[in-house]
């Protein structure tokens, strides 16, 4: 079946500093990608989706200057969270569509902790 | 405007006995409806989804759901569980069959007694 991963699967940072997720379609061409963000205990929230070449879309409350999004190519998406601060602390999640079946594609997550 | 409503945070069930996962929907267009199931440390999996037709829809791993329309619900179950299905799972809605812009419930975990 279709594999997604992310990059890393944890990551600690200071505050003020920036970090950049990975996400990844392994086998398929993900035309479309989506990135979530799950806080403990609380639903998965959609943040933003991109498409290939494309700026990407940002839900309302989302703030693209600091959740860079860049969906480059047809197998890699990277959401930078820039001047991180503690709040942003969470469970990010990308998901990916390829251009077949209707169906998302779930990476394992990336645990963001900003001390 | 779409949003998922999912009756408990925590079910704990005995190996063999059934498995009821309670999800109530609310949405202006006619809905698309999906659960998904994640492990620990892992990706969410689609189990199944319902998109039109049979109200129904048997998905993997021996789960079905039935689609409700006159009480918006998609409530999933399993006549018999496993070891296996302990996990977290989570009920979501769309707008579209293709399931963009996914709306999710809080998601409930299941604990399986031996």
């Known amino acids: 079946g279709a594999v997604v991963s992310q990059h890393p699967s944890r990551v600690i940072c200071k505050s003020g500093t920036s970090v950049k997720i990975e996400c990844r379609s392994l086998?398929?061409?993900?035309?479309?990608m989506f990135w979530y963000r799950q806080f403990p205990k609380q639903s998965l929230m959609l943040m933003a989706t991109?498409?290939?070449?494309?700026?990407?879309?940002?839900e309302q409350g989302v703030e693209k200057d600091k959740f860079l999004i860049n969906h480059a190519s047809l197998t890699l998406s990277t959401l930078t969270v820039t001047s991180a601060h503690p709040e942003d602390s969470s469970f990010y999640i990308c998901?990916?569509?390829?251009?077949?079946?209707?169906?998302?594609?779930f990476g394992p997550g990336t645990r963001l902790t900003v001390t | 405007a779409q949003s998922v409503t999912q009756l408990g945070s925590h079910v704990s069930v005995s190996e063999g006995a059934l498995v009821l996962l309670r999800c109530n929907y609310s949405?202006?267009?006619?809905?698309?409806l999906f659960w998904y199931v994640q492990y620990p440390n892992q990706g969410l999996q689609l189990l199944l989804k319902?998109?039109?037709?049979?109200?129904l829809v048997k998905g993997i791993n021996g789960f079905e759901a039935e689609f409700k329309k006159s009480e918006t619900s998609f409530h999933l179950t399993k006549p018999s569980a496993h070891m296996s299905d302990a996990a977290e799972y989570f009920c979501?809605?769309?707008?579209?069959?293709?399931?963009?812009?996914?709306?999710f419930g809080g998601g409930t975990r299941v604990l399986v007694k031996p």
């Open positions: 998901s990916a569509r390829g251009q077949g079946p209707y169906e998302q594609y």
């Open positions: 086998d398929f061409q993900a035309t479309t």
């Open positions: 991109s498409n290939e070449g494309s700026k990407a879309t940002y």
């Open positions: 949405s202006s267009v006619p809905p698309y």
């Open positions: 319902y998109t039109t037709g049979a109200t």
């Open positions: 979501a809605v769309s707008g579209s069959p293709a399931g963009n812009k996914l709306t």
